[in-house]
């Protein structure tokens, strides 16, 4: 076949640029402050929560600094300002919020947007608590060792939507009222569920793990330090599938358990309440039943104090008869007055008491709760929140946003301020009262002080010009509310600053008892760096009894923080009770003697998932093309499978001229040559197996660059060399350096291997089966299967390519390669199949024979055995 002519002619087929792999590949959407997304096609709410520092972040980053504490330093993209006072305390902060992970079209209005279908019955617009979560975190140590993080949280809807680069779930927040059934009934079908499960809103560390929270949803649990995601968490099955679990659970002083309700607004129970121990034992779990189509109250937050717990049940409220008029379920209810429902957490009974407020109101936050005895002798309890009566649910929605927020604004009416009641549990009363005008969200306080009295809360001030011009919620001020004086403190940001929820650090010295001895710890991103450039954010360490005077320390960040939702602090992580990763030293990697069939047992089911693979594949690629077995003299220099006495068995084989004399030449001269081919593919998809199953049976090394589903660094370049958009490219993608073809798909890259490889030949029956390899594929990625080709974090990206001596159809080699896939590390594969002339190179090599083998020229590590080989590189370029 003329090769020239047909990279002109095949549209699958285009020019190859040479590009430094080594080298990181950023993909940093450009962006600037403006409202540049047409509201026609996302509308209001949609356009101004994907713009500015809204629009979404794609770039994973790990950034390291060593830092004096009384110097300025720039290493690695960290840079201080100022200095970290001495008794800063070791732990992490942490924030996180929703960050949506495809390119801004996907979030049209739905069937606007790539591969969506609406047949006209049925829309909606993105909502902001829609997206997918990411995680921004800042470790302190006592060395002074700064550490930033940011990751997604890969649940199962991210996972889904990455591998088919494409929204699988409709809106459902800001859909028609008319379209909302139908919206929800489509998710169910194509991703498994009503709900969206983001884990977006909340962050909380307990009972020795770190979970990521979202109202309606269980908890997903991630790695404490490196915030990878472990999966959904249940508590060992002890919290039930209907059971959600709230987005802000809370620490009951005296017990130190850790108190939750679960708000599921699709059927019933619509609410349950329980509690976590400190060994992360769930205790009194009390599902609160009610009529299924009568609907239910929305509820994101509660309180607790040292002897109740207590729900709040606003007047924002869902009912389903709402959509057969054309509306929305989720409403404002005028018509209905807000309450709270008090529990005695000492109580056998568990049964609520109902104190009704006097008029229809909406809290998202509240501050604190605690118990008090009133003039009269009698028992209250005292709650501080901000109430805001439906105001960000109409600030939200998806048009016409800007003109409500104006008319309200005007009206000075239903805006979020600080306000308190006191409900009276002798006569049943609840007085209230609003605390201060400023309009504010996102409250803290000192979280020991959970459930007793406090004096002091933190809250952002809104920008309320930006929210009016922009529908966009902004805060260019920390406020610091004093309850017992009624004064306050605040601390602005600047022009064109603005920052996110605060979180209180106690000073590592602090006095007992002493309230705001310590820090304030919050990002602000500056946008004025958006017309500079690269946008930055930072993390500044305000001085909590004196946050007037700014910050004592500002560490630049190395990319921006979108604006999300809430924070954390974490301790410092002891031993107890805490999965820690060992690390163990060079030497015990250096021992290159394997073990014959080793594993670990937590590889089983993912071993049995490869051996049902290869089996449905025919064991396609066990042997090299043309093997046959044949009886000689036995010669020690030359691998063999079998030998008894003088005798061995022997494999044959037919390669390719080139392919015969390039194994001539490297036998000869002791070592392999670079490989000339560059495959772009997904380890368990079925196509490219085909592809590697073939350049297994053509014995044709290669350089393997993973494209993992949700990983972006090879993408961007195959996207880049197939000129087409990032999401659009295709894969299994093969260049071919010493031809300078590229060839995009598995059939083209199969007949041009076999053309050019094997002299002509037409591709083996077994790799030509396309149906089986899909089918395949999918018996390998079971629930119980922890590797499949999704990316799980960003790693180091090596100087040079890893080299594995594997083949296709081992077990034990798929293991090494999903890992490889997973960490989106590249790696020379020089394939060993049976018949193969590279098992007597390996022989030679490292005196023994044994797949997989993996060198690391980066660290001169040699390597058998799978589970050794995984841990090797959890341990070398994992973050």
């Not at 004096?68 to 200095?83: A, F, H, K, P």
């Not at 829609?130 to 060792?145: H, K, P, T």
């Not at 599902?287 to 007047?315: N, Q, R």
């Amino acid at each position: 076949m003329d090769y020239n002519f047909f990279r002109i002619q095949s549209r699958k087929v285009v020019e190859y640029v040479t590009h430094d792999h080594s080298s990181p590949i950023s993909t940093f959407p450009e962006h600037d402050n403006s409202l540049h997304f047409p509201i026609e096609d996302y509308g209001e709410h949609g356009a101004a929560f994907l713009s500015g520092n809204f629009l979404p972040l794609r770039e994973e980053y790990t950034s390291f600094s060593s830092l004096d504490r009384n110097s300025e330093s720039d290493n690695d993209g960290l840079r201080i300002i100022g200095s970290v006072p001495d008794d800063f305390p070791e732990g992490q902060f942490a924030y996180v919020g929703p960050n949506p992970k495809l390119e801004a079209q996907n979030y049209k209005v739905w069937g606007k947007g790539p591969d969506q279908k609406d047949f006209n019955v049925s829309n909606g617009w993105h909502h902001w608590f829609e997206g997918d979560g990411m995680i921004y975190a800042l470790d302190f140590d006592v060395n002074s060792r700064l550490c930033y993080r940011n990751r997604f949280i890969r649940t199962k809807s991210w996972k889904d939507e990455s591998e088919v680069g494409a929204r699988l779930f409709r809106p459902l927040m800001n859909a028609e009222g008319s379209t909302f059934l139908l919206n929800a009934v489509a998710n169910l079908v194509s991703g498994g569920a009503f709900l969206k499960d983001s884990a977006n809103t909340a962050l909380v560390h307990f009972a020795g793990r770190t979970l990521a929270l979202q109202d309606t949803m269980p908890p997903w649990e991630l790695d404490p330090e490196r915030l990878t995601t472990l999966g959904a968490c249940n508590f060992e099955n002890q919290l039930p599938p209907y059971i959600p679990f709230t987005a802000h659970p809370k620490v009951a002083p005296l017990t130190g358990d850790l108190v939750f309700f679960g708000f599921n607004p699709v059927y019933p129970p619509h609410c349950s309440i329980g509690s976590l121990d400190q060994n992360g034992k769930i205790k009194d779990l009390t599902p609160m039943w009610s009529f299924p189509f009568a609907g239910c109250v929305f509820m994101h937050d509660f309180c607790v104090t040292e002897k109740y717990t207590i729900l709040f049940e606003g007047s924002l409220d869902i009912k389903p008869i709402r959509q057969f008029f054309g509306r929305h379920p989720l409403q404002y209810n005028n018509d209905k007055n807000a309450r709270f429902g008090v529990f005695s957490r000492d109580s056998n009974v568990p049964l609520a008491k109902w104190f009704d407020c006097s008029c229809a109101q909406m809290v998202y936050h509240f501050i604190n709760s605690w118990e008090e005895t009133n003039a009269n002798g009698q028992e209250e309890i005292v709650i501080t929140g901000v109430r805001e009566d439906g105001f960000f649910h109409n600030a939200l929605k998806a048009r016409d946003t800007r003109d409500w927020i104006t008319r309200t604004l005007e009206e000075d009416l239903n805006l979020p301020r600080v306000h308190e009641w006191r409900i009276n549990l002798v006569d049943g009363s609840v007085k209230e009262r609003y605390l201060y005008k400023d309009i504010v969200e996102v409250p803290r306080i000192n979280d020991e002080f959970t459930g007793v009295k406090n004096r002091y809360a933190y809250a952002g001030r809104i920008k309320t010009e930006i929210l009016r011009d922009d529908a966009q919620l902004k805060f260019d001020a920390v406020v610091k509310f004093d309850f017992e004086t009624g004064d306050k403190q605040v601390y602005e940001h600047g022009p064109g600053r603005f920052g996110m929820e605060s979180q209180f650090v106690p000073r590592a010295t602090k006095l007992k008892g002493s309230e705001d001895d310590g820090w304030l710890v919050l990002y602000v991103h500056d946008e004025n760096t958006e017309t500079l450039g690269r946008s930055r954010s930072e993390c500044i360490i305000l001085n909590a009894q004196d946050i007037s005077s700014g910050p004592v320390s500002r560490i630049i960040l190395p990319d921006r923080v979108p604006y999300g939702a809430h924070a954390m602090w974490r301790p410092k992580l002891s031993d107890f009770g805490v999965r820690k990763f060992k690390v163990k030293g060079w030497n015990y990697y250096n021992d290159v003697q394997p073990k014959k069939y080793s594993f670990l047992p937590e590889q089983i089911d993912d071993l049995l998932g490869t051996v049902r693979c290869g089996i449905l594949r025919l064991a396609s690629s066990l042997f090299v093309n043309g093997w046959r077995p044949w009886v000689r003299k036995k010669k020690s220099e030359i691998y063999s499978f079998v030998r008894a006495g003088e005798y061995e068995l022997d494999e044959a084989y037919r390669l390719g001229s080139m392919r015969m004399t390039q194994s001539q030449v490297e036998s000869e001269r002791g070592f392999q040559d670079s490989p000339n081919l560059v495959l772009y593919d997904v380890e368990t998809d079925g196509e490219c197996r085909r592809v590697r199953e073939a350049l297994c049976m053509l014995d044709l090394a290669f350089e393997c660059r993973p494209c993992p589903y949700g990983a972006y660094r090879h993408r961007t370049l195959a996207a880049k060399l197939q000129n087409v958009p990032l999401g659009e490219e295709i894969l299994p993608f093969l260049h071919d350096s010493r031809s300078r073809v590229s060839i995009i798909g598995a059939e083209d890259i199969l007949d041009y291997l076999y053309d050019v490889y094997l002299d002509g030949s037409a591709p083996s029956p077994l790799v030509a089966n396309r149906g089986t390899a899909d089918i395949a594929m999918r018996s390998r990625n079971t629930e119980s299967s922890s590797s499949i080709s999704h990316s799980k974090m960003p790693c180091r990206y090596p100087v040079k390519p890893l080299e594995l001596w594997a083949y296709e159809a081992s077990p034990f080699c798929s293991l090494v390669r999903e890992k490889l896939c997973e960490m989106e590390l590249p790696y020379v594969l020089r394939p060993c199949s049976r018949g193969s002339p590279r098992r007597t190179e390996l022989l030679r090599k490292a005196k023994t024979f044994q797949v997989p083998f993996i060198e690391d020229e980066n660290t001169g590590i040699q390597l058998f055995e799978s589970a050794k080989i995984i841990e090797y590189l959890n341990q070398t370029y994992c973050y």
